[in-house]
């Protein structure tokens, strides 16, 4: 029932080390990602005698020198011959140099473990590190996914999606419908979410039902979803779910949270219903054949379901929430994200600073500002007292001008203390004031979010048997919200039993007894 | 799990006033809303949660109400009102005959009278006080009265102000909805989850306590955490070590079946972890017991039904022994309290055994000795509490301090070899005193497991919400940490975070890989793992990836008929910031990073390769 190791998807668990045919996310710069589905070595690729190589603005990377190591490792580019491909090889001599002037680097490949799974493809060029730079190798999660992945549409992004995920209630366990695959990066969020292993033959696990009316993109997903390992995670189904609705095969889902990423939410809406609706929502959407056999719900019939839908305009929003209102659903709330990143740096202003960028050349504070002001002012009267010949006086200003100016910088660098300081010890790195500031662009609206429950259904019988098993009439004590007389009678009963029975170790014993029958 | 209120679970009653009553629902008790009115327990027992009850009038030989579920037409009868009358754009109007009949017919009475009302300037002004008929002690006379779950003080309130005509629609929908709140005998039950339930603490209790932790703040943390179910559960097998041996038959750490733990420091009290565990699926117990009802023979719960593929689970975690736990309730437990343990063929595990499993683990690093996670209590588990009745996080839950995780040396419990004795001495021991004799030893092979196998490192990912300077937190927990695994700290405000990004900045990264740094000469890739920082460099700046402060905010908006907006005011206070990055395996040497630049060629040869 539990699968071999190497069935689990990358991204619930990735294992220590990369692996070959396995998605691996390489970071380039910080939010520059890239996926990439990781090629066993096997003989020249595309023209490259290293086999697979994926080429960035920070060099070359072929494969084989990513493959088996510890995830999140550096790794450095290789020296890869770009040029040639396809073509006779003409620089035949300059490799050879580089092969010779980077001897040491591919010593040490050899003893890193990338390069130690030759035997298995001898006809494989030995990767050659280069200085040209390095990237990082992550494992994937949906929020790297999410960053990466190939827009098909518009993405649900992870401030969305985790809260969307929080508020519905998805759990290992639950079964989620979504509608609308979209992207995939909802998908691959909720399932990491329900995720709670995978199922045995006819087992409920965890689980996401996705529709796709998109016939493309369903395609891609179906391949994507496999390729990740979730083939048995995701049942994907190629649906209008307007009128097709959301049954699996004529069977139930019994789905515990639902997120619709519809143009409208409303046509879907009445199909998530307990029981069938008493007309179709809309006259089209009337499947006659449904009228004669038994209406099935997609809802967990034993539990209150969870909804939430994705849209991003006010007049969606309020047909969903009236169309909601109409088909029993209570605690309706909407909400929209507003998300931001935030950089800090260390923003530097001074007089005495040096001129590299991000540097603010103007005074520090008022004192420094003063210092300057008095500095010039001193100089300007020392200038207007130098006593003057009056048949020169032309040239000589001019000659003088250029002397201030000269006298400027080392006056002022040794006046102001600052210099002395940043100067001796401090490192460059942490000089000035550390700030936040947000990004240059921001998300400002992705969607409002429409929440909403719908509780089980309750009939008479169901009430009946209950109140049958939870008789009334034998309550003894009140809790809540209890006035203050009675409180206070209460107070004193249980500090006379607490004197009574006295030490630590019974009320401890008290307390384990009482949670023992809530547990049960 | 959540379908139905289960006996003396803990649950949210959320009140017409728009305030929440959180209690534990014993049977046999009478529960009381204050002004509201009060009703016994039994009557919600067994029913699902999110219906709305109202508090029907007490009948004459009756000391309590009994309760009436509202249906949503009679709760939105209002809106469809709205909706149906001719000047209202009304976009789901044509839907209305698709609903699902109500099955009680009762009507709010007011709505006829609203129905029709059309917006009006706000020209006239109305002092409420002034228009008011009604006395204060006529009011109270109604509620005294038999007055129709307070519908009718309501009406009657409405029907004696003079000047109703003269409000706006807006006002007038104001007005009625202040009465409504203030009079309306209704309420909701909501589960226990974490999300309603830090809701709850935020906005109702103290919000310090769990650090002003937004519902948006715990799903990106959880996500940016990678916090998941993390495999199915692997539990050590039993080394049934005799009472002699000592340290040397402690199991040892099998770094091969580690997988999916999550290193975590909560200042929260326990919020944090119930909400790992929530995304994990260790914090609710007899979850799939509870879908089944009452029936016998439950399937067993999800951590117990996996057979762990290497080993067996102790006894007491057997899933035949979870299923008498669960059906046969109340009197076992206290059975189970007199005698210590439950009566079972199987024999009790020896004191070295493991209870914990391997995979799918927290792992909470605390500064006082004992952590605080009193929050847990919600979800029936307490950490203090020994023979604890079964709970998940029993096994998923693991904690250690601060000087237990870097000094365990100095730590008494770990550093002090365990008791041992031969077992015909042991027998001739008083009952008392053999107990504590494997009570200790118990402890010390636990504390010792934890110990260990947290310093063996390799987590999956640290999750972080803690008043300490987060600084010192990464710089003893990065080198556990696996490679690429996520980090996500939260904190209340940004300056903490900024200070630990700040310590990633690509001016002192670049100044540590160039090499011109004195203090990391000749120090090994292992050595500047563990670097323990200095001024210049709090951290080893390479041990991150992907650096990220980020914050966010729900802004919650009333939908309603021609009145839709945001809402007007929230809560303040602090906003949340969450820290994220990506643990990093730097290569090893120095790496140079020049770019590819192709006019450059001279520059390419000037170059000394990379040194090994």
Redesign the interface.
Known sequence: MTPTTRNISPFLDPGPRTKANSLAILQLSRDNLLPVYLQPPTGEHDGYAEGAVVNTRYGSFPHSTMLNVPWGSQIRASKVDTGSRGRKRKREGVDDACREATGAAEKENEDSPAATNEDSATAVKKAVADASGFIHILPPTPELWTTSLPHRTQVVYTPDYSYILHRIRARPGSVLIEAGAGSGSFTHASVRAVYNGYPAEGERKGKVFSFEFHEQRYHKMKKELSDHGMNRLVHLTHRDVYNGGFLVDGKSPEADAVFLDLPAPWEALHHLSRRRPQTPLNGNAAPTENDQTEWVSPLNPKKSVHLCTFSPCIEQVTRTVSAMRRLGWVDIDMVEIANRKLHTSRERVGLNLNFDRGVNNSARDVEEALTRLVDIESRFREHAAKPRDGDEDMDSADEDEPAVVKGDGPTNGGQAPSAEETAAETAPWMEGRLITRGEPEIKTHTSYLVFAVLPMDWTEEDEAAAAAKYPLGKEQKVIGAIDKVARKQERREALQKQQGAGNRKARRKERDTKMGEAAA | M???IR????VA?KLPSGST?V??I?????????KYG?F????I????????FELLDKLPDET?SRLR?V??NE??AE??AE?SAPDCA????G???????A?DGEEFSLVDDKGNVIARSNREVIDENARQTLTQDEIEELKREGNNAGKDVIAKLLLSHTALDQKTSFSLAKYKLLKTKKYIRRF?VLPI???TFAHWQLEERDASKIMDLR??M???V???G?V?????DVLLQDPKASTAAGDEACLPVDEDLL??RWLVVDDTCGLLVAAMA????VLY????AE?E??TEQPPAS?ENS??P?TSTSPPERTPKDADT??TD??A???K??SDGKPKQQKPRPSDFSIPYSQTNTITVVHGASQPNLSLLNYW?F?IT?P?????PLLNHLLNLTWLQLLKPELDTSYSTAPLTAAPETLASWKPSRRGNFHRKRRRYARIRHVVDNTRAG?FSGLVCASTMDPISILRHTLPLL?????VALYSPS?EPL??L??CF?V??RT?WVSGSVPEIEGLSNEELERWQGNE?FPLNP?LL???????????????L?GR?H?LMTERGGADG?VFTA????????K??????FKRRKVD?EA?T????
């Open positions: 959540h379908s139905v006996p003396n679970a803990w009653l009553k209690l534990q014993a049977p046999n008790t009478a529960i009381s809303l204050g009060s016994p327990s039994n009557l027992i067994g029913r699902p949660y999110h219906l709305t309590f579920v249906t949503t709760l939105y809106v469809f909706e009304t976009p789901a109007a839907a209305s005959d698709t609903v699902i009949s099955t909701q989850d974490v999300a519902a948006e715990i799903g990106l959880g996500c940016w990678n998941h179910f993390g495999g199915d997988r999916g929530e995304r994990m699926g117990e007899g979850e799939e879908a009802g009452e999800t996996q057979e593929q736990e669960m309730a109340p076992d437990s206290v189970r309290q029936g307490d509490s023979n604890h009745p079964p709970h390799n696996a490679g690429g695994a996520p940004v900024a200070a990004a700040d900045s001016p002192r100044a210049r390479t990836q992907g650096v990220s402060i980020q914050t966010s905010r729900a802004r919650r908006w009333q939908v008929p839709t945001p910031y990506w643990r990093a395996k730097p290569a090893e040497g790496v140079a990073a020049k770019g590819k390419s170059t390769p990379t040194p090994a």
